[in-house]
């Protein structure tokens, strides 16, 4: 089980711009698929974006492309998501999630569901007001 820590949310306004940060708790980070997603109260955990093991491949939400950019640094088994132009719909926990290094996960493979992950972060509120 990989152990995960989100740091870096925070109140902002419209507009305005966070950085989150992941790490892990791992000896070879680079073995781990990474993905964050989030969830608003009331509503289900949803997809926001995946990096690959290597970091070279990317996917994200139609509703953050554009705006979030997701990267990592194995060397220091952080995985960073940069959010920009933040809308009051993006208020929400978010979290950081690894897929298990025991699954076949191809090297560019970015995953979109829940399920695709094993361990997960205990969340950063990121609240934007309008």
């Known amino acids: 089980q990989v152990q995960l820590v989100e740091s870096g949310g925070g109140l902002v306004q419209a507009g305005g711009s966070l950085s989150l940060s992941c790490a892990a708790s791992v000896r070879i980070f680079s073995l781990y698929a990474m993905g964050w997603f989030r969830q608003a109260p009331g509503k289900e955990r949803e997809f926001v974006a995946g990096?690959?093991?290597?970091?070279?491949?990317?996917s994200y939400a139609d509703s953050v492309k554009g705006r979030f950019t997701s990267s990592r640094d194995n060397a220091k088994r952080t995985v960073n998501l940069q959010m920009t132009s933040l809308k009051p719909e993006d208020t929400a926990i978010y979290y950081c999630?690894?897929?298990?290094?025991?699954?076949?996960?191809?090297?560019?493979?970015?995953?979109?569901?829940?399920?695709?992950?094993?361990?997960w972060g205990q969340g950063t509120q990121v609240t934007v007001s309008s």
């Open positions: 990096i690959s093991r290597s970091g070279e491949s990317t």
């Open positions: 999630a690894a897929r298990s290094a025991a699954r076949p996960t191809p090297s560019g493979w970015t995953g979109g569901l829940v399920n695709d992950y094993d361990s």
